[in-house]
């Protein structure tokens, strides 16, 4: 399982790296790996506002469908329209080609999230 330093992480196993006053957010490799073969991704709409800790994407595979979390609250300011006809970007290159959104800060002091250690710890339990 790789876990980039580079990124921060939350405990649903997203994983965000801040750039300037947005955060591009995606899932872990331990999370697409969990999911199995994901066929359908539901991204957001540009332009929505979405919450820290609300679901504001969907990932479905062929095990289940697994809804994604915002790790700030914000506005969606980009999505990866490549995951519309290639879902499996997110199994093949979770923490490159298989983002799933860009989300413009409302608040960047208050982020919550992991350390790159603490989300390695927490998911070796």
Do not use: C
């Not at 506002?49 to 790790?71: H, R």
């Not at 006809?85 to 860009?102: F, H, K, R, T």
Request: aromatic share 8%.
């Amino acid at each position: 399982m790789e876990i980039r330093e580079d990124r921060s992480y939350t405990k649903d196993h997203e994983w965000a790296v801040l750039e300037g006053d947005n955060l591009r957010v995606g899932i872990t490799d331990y999370a697409q790996d969990a999911l199995g073969d994901v066929v359908f991704v539901q991204l957001p709409a540009v332009g929505a506002q979405v919450t820290a800790g609300a679901s504001f994407a969907e990932v479905e595979s062929t095990k289940s469908v697994s809804d994604i979390y915002a790790p700030a609250t914000g506005k969606v300011v980009e999505v990866n329209t490549e995951l519309e006809s290639q879902p499996e970007l997110v199994n093949s290159a979770p923490y490159d080609g298989g983002w799933i959104a860009v989300i413009e800060l409302s608040d960047a002091e208050n982020l919550e999230l992991m350390s790159a250690a603490d989300y390695a710890a927490m998911t070796e339990l």
